[in-house]
C-alpha cells in the first residue's frame, strides 16, 4: 500500500484548506483517517471514515472539518474551514486493517502518508 499527500500549506486564520492523500492498494475500502501532530504534543486523531462512510471528529473540528472519498478515484480528503492558529500541525492520513473504526485513536492504523504540513496564522 502506498499514500501519497497533498495540499496544505499556510493559511491565514478563518481560511481554508484541502488536504488530499491518494491511496493504492486495498485500503480504500477500509476504515481511514486523518491525524495530526503539532510541534512537542503527541499525534491525534481528527477524522475517521470508515468501510461505510460513517464519519468521527474530534471535538475540536466538529462543523469545521470534513473527511470525505473521492466517488470516482482512489483520494481520501479533509476539508478544513475556519481555521484556527491550533490546528497548525502536520497532517496525515492513515488506514487500519479493519472495516470499521472503532475506538477514535491511533490504535490498528497501520499505514501511513508522508504527512503534510498546515500552518494557520493569527
Known amino acids: 500500500e502506498q499514500f501519497v499527500q497533498s495540499g496544505g500549506g499556510s493559511v491565514q486564520s478563518g481560511g481554508s484548506v484541502r488536504l488530499s492523500c491518494e491511496v493504492s492498494?486495498?485500503?480504500?475500502?477500509?476504515?481511514m483517517g486523518w491525524f495530526r501532530q503539532a510541534p512537542r504534543e503527541g499525534r491525534e486523531a481528527v477524522a475517521f471514515?470508515?468501510?461505510?462512510?460513517?464519519?468521527t471528529y474530534a471535538e475540536s473540528v466538529k462543523g469545521r472539518f470534513t473527511i470525505s472519498k473521492d466517488n470516482n478515484k482512489p483520494i481520501l480528503y479533509l476539508q478544513m474551514n475556519s481555521l484556527k492558529p491550533e490546528d497548525t500541525a502536520m497532517y496525515y492520513c492513515?488506514?487500519?486493517?479493519?472495516?470499521?473504526?472503532?475506538?477514535?485513536?491511533?490504535?490498528?492504523?497501520?499505514?501511513w502518508g508522508q504527512g503534510t504540513e498546515v500552518t494557520v496564522s493569527s
Open positions: 492513515a488506514a487500519k486493517w479493519a472495516l470499521f473504526c472503532g475506538d477514535f485513536t491511533n490504535a490498528g492504523f497501520g499505514s
Open positions: 492498494g486495498v485500503a480504500y475500502s477500509r476504515c
Open positions: 471514515i470508515d468501510g461505510n462512510n460513517i464519519t
